[in-house]
């Protein structure tokens, strides 16, 4: 299997791999410039820079370039000791460059009204492929999300089993009221989603998971729900709205830390939920 074609496949399942590659050459080694080696989340591999010690170890830097999503380089020394004891003919130098490939993130938009259409916009032109999910064909349609990557009229509990959702999406609740939202944040926070918001008032989002703990759900399945959903810039309009939502997602994405402290990765988002239910 071709490791390009690979690659390819996995940012269309929406799996996060690295790939590895031998970048300077000095002296004799087992392998060339430019030899790659992709590693999968789930630590198989194709491809090889040579085999070896030094294989092995860009393995394991490659397993935690995945989960850091930050790219490592490193450099070898084949010396002839070291050469013979690894059964290599060889006594160069190498350096490899190992680069996280991380897929599209998915943002999935439940509702399609005025603010679900200005998030779309939005999100799309921040490098996030859009689905929109709403069970109102005259809302959900492609005159409204032209620049959407799916549509989904269809009622939310028969959407969800078909929405590719992992570590790397995005799940803004955005529907027309609280009986939906219920519906879809019982079932989002089941998921393994990157990032889970709901629109709101504080008083709605204390309704909506109290509702849901009668349900069943525990209460610490919220803690990673950001809720209300986007940065606190007094937004009005559905565009600032967007804005403020959008650059909330960016911030998750990028594991940034903007200065406003809920979105520093030591502080969840399930403090700020916390911070509005009763004690």
């Known amino acids: 299997m071709d490791v390009y074609e690979e690659l390819l496949r996995l940012r269309k399942l929406g799996q996060k791999c690295a790939i590895a590659t031998i970048v300077q050459v000095r002296g004799s080694i087992p392998s060339y410039e ?21 294989e092995a170890e860009v393995w394991e830097a490659a397993r935690e370039v995945i989960e850091k999503e930050q790219p490592r380089h490193l450099s ?32 999935f938009i439940f509702g399609a009204g005025h603010i679900s259409k200005s998030i779309s916009k939005v999100a799309s032109l921040a490098g996030f492929a859009t689905t929109i999910v709403d069970n109102r064909e005259n809302f959900a349609n492609r005159e409204r999300f032209p620049e959407a990557a799916e549509i989904y009229a269809e009622e939310y509990e028969e959407v969800f089993a078909k929405l590719p959702v992992n570590e790397t999406s995005y799940l803004i609740v955005v529907t027309r009221g609280h009986r939906d939202d219920m519906r879809v944040l019982g079932w989002a926070v089941s998921t393994k989603a990157r990032y889970i918001a709901m629109i709101g008032s504080k008083r709605k ?20 729900v950001f809720a209300p959903m986007g940065l606190e810039i007094g937004a009005v309009s559905p565009e600032e709205i967007a804005v403020s939502v959008v650059a909330e997602m ?3 994405r990028r594991n940034a830390d903007s200065g406003w402290r809920a979105l520093s990765k030591s502080v969840l988002a399930g403090e700020r939920l916390r911070a509005l239910l009763p004690q």
């Open 205 to 224: 989002v204390i309704n909506v998971v109290k509702e849901l703990e009668k349900q069943g759900i525990a209460s610490e399945s919220f803690a990673r």
């Open 76 to 107: 070898f020394n084949l010396g002839q000791d070291a050469a013979y004891d690894n059964g290599l003919i060889c006594g160069g130098q190498l350096d490899v460059f190992v680069e996280p490939v991380l897929p599209v993130p998915g943002a």
């Open 34 to 54: 430019s030899a790659k080696l992709l590693v999968r989340e789930d630590g198989s591999m194709i491809g090889t820079i040579g085999g070896g010690c030094v």
């Open 250 to 252: 960016i911030a998750v």
